[in-house]
């Protein structure tokens, strides 16, 4: 079982930065993959970026050279730096964590908004 806690959600200007943070309750090189998801108002959850236990990253092409994955196993939390906010990046922002027995895990969510 991983439990999940992102921080670091708010109210920000286009062109602005924030940090998310998504904390787990075990040993992130216990986790073959963490990954943030996000919903839109009206939309489908979707994939953002993902690493993986080896420290490969993955963004969407939507994000790709805005937000930047990282990761403190001492903590471990796996971050997501987002620069350059457009409002369509407004959403609820989850992390989902794949356990090594390939269980999925997520948590509650932090929401974003990007407004002037």
């Known amino acids: 079982q991983v439990q999940l806690a992102e921080s670091g959600g708010g109210l920000v200007q286009p062109g602005g930065s924030l940090r998310l943070a998504c904390e787990a309750s075990?040993?992130?090189?216990?986790?073959?993959?963490v990954s943030w998801y996000r919903q839109a108002p009206g939309k489908e959850r979707a994939l953002v970026a993902t690493?993986?236990?080896?420290?490969?990253?993955f963004y969407v092409s939507s994000v790709k050279g805005r937000f930047t994955l990282s990761r403190d196993t001492n903590e471990n939390t796996v971050y997501l730096q987002m620069s350059s906010l457009k409002p369509d990046d407004t959403a609820v922002y989850y992390c989902?964590?794949?356990?090594?027995?390939?269980?999925?895990?997520w948590g509650q969510g932090t929401r974003v908004t990007v407004s002037s």
């Open positions: 075990r040993s992130i090189l216990e986790i073959n993959a």
């Open positions: 989902n964590a794949v356990a090594s027995d390939n269980s999925r895990h």
């Open positions: 690493i993986t236990r080896s420290g490969s990253t």
